[in-house]
């Protein structure tokens, strides 16, 4: 049994702080504006009656978090070229096409990261990098651990949805790593974002904005 197999079945594992976040998050809006561990936002009228009143403070704070999860900071955008409209229109056609675009590679891992779920492409993303070393064999070794680590531990905030048989082979594959160590988890990975957040994706206010020219690299 290698080490990253007895990593995995640590009794100390904390809970991943990715799921505390959204538990977090969760429990912020499900506290009504007049319980006692609400903040005092200065409208003691307005908190009194948060139930119809849509100039409510805490309305706003739930509008802003909506408005922020559909938005994109152009100004960390990458050094890609500008897609045209004919370009952006033609990620519809196929998961494929938006893929292979470094641009849309960059708005689709935008719109993952407003549903917490970036670790999905950026997992994708490092396999596709381990896959170009192919003749260093300790740097596959450091980097496939990194990914191991990163993205397949339990321990990790970062932990991408895998099943056991996925899991096995990847522990199995870690003995001896290569840069194709990961192609079955990729795979299983390219497959979730295809068939659960591309078509999220698609109908979302950031690809309609794309597609009139709102949003520009």
């Not at 197999?5 to 702080?17: G, I, K, M, V, Y």
């Not at 260093?136 to 990194?146: G, H, W």
């Not at 522990?171 to 194709?180: A, F, K, L």
């Not at 974002?193 to 950031?206: A, E, G, V």
């Amino acid at each position: 049994m290698s080490t990253y197999s007895n990593r995995e079945n640590s009794s100390n594992a904390e809970p991943s702080t990715a799921t505390n976040r959204n538990q977090s998050r969760q429990q912020q809006l499900d506290t009504p504006p007049n319980s006692p561990d609400s903040s005092d936002h200065g409208s003691k009228a307005c908190c009194f009656c948060w139930c119809c009143c849509c100039s409510c403070s805490c309305l706003t704070v739930r509008n802003e978090e909506t408005r922020s999860s559909n938005s994109i900071d152009i100004k960390n955008a990458p050094n890609i070229e500008p897609p045209s409209l004919e370009e952006i229109k033609s990620w519809s056609d196929s998961f494929d096409k938006l893929m292979q675009s470094p641009a849309g590679r960059y708005y689709f891992r935008e719109f993952l990261r407003s549903e917490y779920s970036e670790e999905n492409m950026l997992f994708w993303m490092a396999c596709e990098e381990l896959k170009t070393e192919q003749q260093n064999p300790q740097i596959v070794e450091e980097k496939a651990r990194l990914i191991y680590e990163d993205y397949i531990s339990i321990l990790s905030p970062k932990e991408v949805s895998l099943d056991s048989r996925v899991r096995e082979i990847i522990n199995r594959n870690m003995v001896d790593p290569s840069p194709y160590t990961f192609d079955e988890a990729q795979l299983q990975i390219y497959t979730l974002m295809h068939r659960d957040s591309y078509p999220r994706f698609l109908n979302s206010p950031i690809y309609k904005k794309l597609c009139v020219g709102e949003i520009r690299l």
